[in-house]
């Protein structure tokens, strides 16, 4: 198994059990060189099948369904960039209805910052997603199995009647190039009608 694909691997085990079932390994695909980031590049649209959630991609990506999470809904990775992706969709409906934005936010962090050596948070902002849906957003850094620094960028935002966590992650080493990246990702997610 390829370096990269262990880390990643060792990442999502550790990080996502608590919060999300995480399972499965990545595929032995062949990572591409993505060129230079500066270069305009294509989009690939992915829509949930869940709930028909779309997010754009640069093509450098590729789907990894299957492979990050077992109940994410959408796996993307550039492993050639250290980059990965997830959404996972929570029904409003199984939450009470006093459940706010923030509380749902603070859930997910706590489960996943329970899984790190050396958590540490940046305050929760206030953002938008997509055409300006409100949204909550957190880094979380910290060191997995003891030997690996990850920053995780946690988004969580509302829809109709789904909850949703957005999750991109990457090694503290290459998070600060992918930032950008994870945030033209967040800005082209379009709710369902």
């Known amino acids: 198994m390829k370096k990269r694909n262990l880390?990643?691997?060792?990442?999502?085990?550790?990080?996502?059990?608590?919060t999300m079932t995480a399972c499965g390994l990545l595929g032995n695909s062949a990572s591409k060189d993505d060129g230079d980031a500066n270069q305009e590049?294509?989009?690939?649209?992915?829509?949930?099948?869940e709930s028909g959630l779309a997010v754009s991609f640069p093509k450098s990506w590729r789907n990894a369904e299957g492979e990050l999470n077992d109940v994410a809904s959408i796996e993307m990775a550039r492993e050639s960039k250290e980059q990965y992706f997830i959404v996972i969709e929570d029904a409003a409906a199984d939450f009470t209805d006093d459940m706010e934005l923030q509380a749902f936010g603070d859930i997910v962090l706590g489960n996943m910052q329970g899984e790190?050596?050396?958590?540490?948070?940046?305050e929760w902002a206030d953002i938008t997603v997509g055409d300006g849906t409100p949204a909550k957003q957190i880094e979380l850094r910290g060191v997995i199995n003891e030997v690996l620094k990850v920053t995780y960028l946690i988004t969580v935002?509302?829809?109709?009647?789904?909850?949703y966590q957005g999750i991109c992650w990457s090694l503290d080493s290459t998070y600060?190039?992918?930032?950008?990246v994870f945030d033209e990702i967040l800005a082209s997610v379009k709710l369902p009608a």
């Open 7 to 18: 880390i990643a691997v060792i990442v999502i085990a550790a990080m996502l059990l608590p």
């Open 41 to 49: 590049e294509s989009f690939q649209e992915i829509v949930s099948s």
């Open 176 to 180: 600060a190039a992918g930032k950008p």
């Open 116 to 122: 790190l050596v050396d958590a540490k948070t940046t």
């Open 157 to 163: 935002f509302e829809g109709a009647d789904t909850y």
